[in-house]
């Protein structure tokens, strides 16, 4: 079978050098490239994702029920070597996702705040692909800043708005999340 997705492969130690020179060159203007980076990926990994989903006979990543859609994810980022990742509700509008093991993560960084923007990026692309509205997406946990996990929150631009707009004032990203 040919496949024309445009992707390759990048050992973890590449992405993390590249993250690592990014942040002590370029500070934290690094995340805007790094996001940006992920962003333009998403075409060919949506491209991707619904080859492989069809090639397990499985409905294409944007016509699948939720619940298999979060398999799908989970299955798919664990086979390309990304690591471990969970999909679940948070409130009523907004969508998380989890990893315990995400190859984007370094806990031997001890970072002041979330470092996984590649990946903020890659999803907020790929998932507007699978359901073809505008998204936004930002990590509020990280294991590269000390956490048990990274995760991410998914949701309309105007949602996840309210959100960062609380916890810039010092409210917890859950309690914000839920209100």
Known sequence: MTTDHQMVALPRASLLALNAALLREAGAVSAGYLQEAGYAASESLFGA????????GAASPADAPIDEFHAQMRDFF???????????????????LDSSAWVESDPALALEHPSCHLSTGMFAGLLEQVGGEPLAVLEVECRSA????????????????AVYEKMARGED???AATA
Request: net charge negative; with cysteine; charged share 15%.
């Open 146 to 161: 000390g956490s048990a996990r990274c995760r991410w929150l998914v949701g309309s631009p105007s949602v996840l708005g």
């Open 49 to 56: 994702f619904t080859e492989w989903a069809a090639a397990r």
């Open 173 to 175: 990203y859950a309690a």
């Open 78 to 96: 664990a086979e390309c070597g990304w690591g471990t990742l969970d999909a679940n509700s948070l409130g009523d509008d907004l969508l998380t």
